[in-house]
C-alpha cells in the first residue's frame, strides 16, 4: 500500500487488527509504526520478529524514503529529518494518533527525531540495538564492548574494512553479508541474518548515501533531555554494530527510559529472543498505562 506525503509515496504494510473485543466490547489496540534500519535496507527483515505481536498491537511497517518499495526521490531529500516528517505525516494519513515508535538500528535514528520534532506524537518509543551517535561513546568502567575482531574470520574483517571505509558498490555490500553478515547476530544465532535478509531489498545508493552523507554528522546526545516520551531501549550482548554502551547513553540522556539487555542476542534480538522480546515489550506497554478506548460492543 501507498500514501503520498511531502511529495513522495511511502510503501507501508500492515499486520494485526486495530481492534480487540474484551468481554463483548470493542477496544482499540495500541499501534506500532515499524521504522527499519540500514539505511537502504526495507522493513522486510522486521516482519520476523515483530510479526508475532500483531495479536497484542497493530503494526504498521514503513519503508522509509527512497528506500524498499517506496519511491525514488532525490537522495538530497532523504535526511533523517525529512524521513521523520515522513513518517508523522503517514500517520496522519491513516488516521494514527499516539503510536508507539518502533526503531531499530537506524530506524531508532529516524525515531530519535520523531521524539524531539513532534513532542507528544508518540505514546512511546521502542528502541532497538541503536545509538544516539555513531561517534565514540565512552563506556561503564570495567566494561568491555562486543567487537566483530573477537568473533569473525581475517576474510570478514576485511570485508567489513572496504566497506566501512567507504568502498560501497553491489559487489562489496555482498560480500559484506556474506562474510560479515553471519556475525550481527549472537553466536548461536550466525544463520540468522541471511535468513532476514532474504526479506529485504539493499538500495546501494542509499547506503552510500548514508555512511558517506548522513551518519557523520548524526549526533544527539545533546539533545537527549529533550525527550519526553517514555523509551523502551533494547540491546543484545553481542551487538557490535550499535553496542550497549550506546543504548545505556540513550538511558543516561532520556529521562523516562528503560533498559533491557538481551544476553544471547546481537542485532536482531527481536529474531534472536523472541519470547523475551514480546514480554518486555507488553511489559513496556503496561508501564505507560495502556488502555484503548471503547469503541462499540
Not at 93 to 113: C, D, I, M, Q, Y
Not at 127 to 144: F, M, W
Not at 171 to 194: D, H, I, M, S
Not at 239 to 266: M, N, Q, T, Y
Amino acid at each position: 500500500m501507498y500514501s503520498t506525503v511531502n511529495g513522495t509515496a511511502l510503501f507501508f504494510d500492515v499486520q494485526g487488527s486495530a481492534l480487540e473485543s474484551i468481554d463483548g466490547v470493542l477496544r482499540e489496540k495500541p499501534v506500532i509504526i515499524a521504522l527499519h534500519g540500514g539505511l537502504g535496507f526495507d522493513h522486510g527483515y522486521l516482519r520476523d520478529g515483530l510479526g508475532p505481536l500483531a495479536d497484542l498491537a497493530q503494526v504498521i511497517y514503513v519503508d522509509l524514503r527512497s528506500q524498499g518499495r517506496s519511491e525514488r526521490s532525490p537522495l538530497e531529500t532523504a535526511t533523517l529529518e525529512q524521513m521523520a516528517d515522513d513518517v508523522v505525516a503517514l500517520a496522519q494519513n491513516l488516521g494514527v494518533t499516539k503510536p508507539f515508535v518502533f526503531g531499530h538500528s537506524a530506524g531508532g535514528f529516524v525515531a530519535l527525531h520523531i521524539a524531539l520534532r513532534y513532542p507528544g506524537f508518540a505514546k512511546g518509543l521502542l528502541l532497538a540495538g541503536t545509538s544516539p551517535t555513531v561517534l565514540p561513546i565512552e563506556d561503564v568502567p570495567g566494561t568491555r564492548a562486543p567487537s566483530l575482531a573477537d568473533r569473525a574470520s581475517p576474510e570478514a574483517l576485511e570485508a567489513a574494512s572496504r566497506l566501512f571505509g567507504g568502498n560501497i558498490t553491489r559487489e562489496t555490500v555482498f560480500q559484506f553479508f556474506e562474510k560479515v553478515g553471519p556475525y550481527y547476530a549472537g553466536p548461536a544465532n550466525e544463520r540468522l541474518t541471511a535468513r532476514l535478509m532474504r526479506s529485504t531489498l539493499p538500495n546501494i545508493d542509499m547506503m552510500k548515501h548514508f555512511m558517506t552523507e548522513l551518519a557523520p554528522k548524526y549526533d544527539l546526545r545533546g539533545a537527549l533531555d529533550r525527550i519526553s516520551a517514555p523509551a523502551l531501549v533494547m540491546v543484545g550482548s553481542y551487538d557490535w554494530v550499535c553496542p550497549p554502551r550506546a543504548s545505556r547513553c540513550l538511558v543516561e540522556g532520556i529521562e523516562k527510559a528503560i533498559f533491557v539487555e538481551f544476553k544471547h542476542s546481537g542485532h536482531f534480538l527481536f529474531s534472536e529472543e523472541p519470547d523475551e522480546f514480546r514480554n518486555v515489550v507488553t511489559d513496556f506497554f503496561g508501564s505507560v498505562d495502556w488502555c484503548g478506548p471503547p469503541t462499540s460492543s
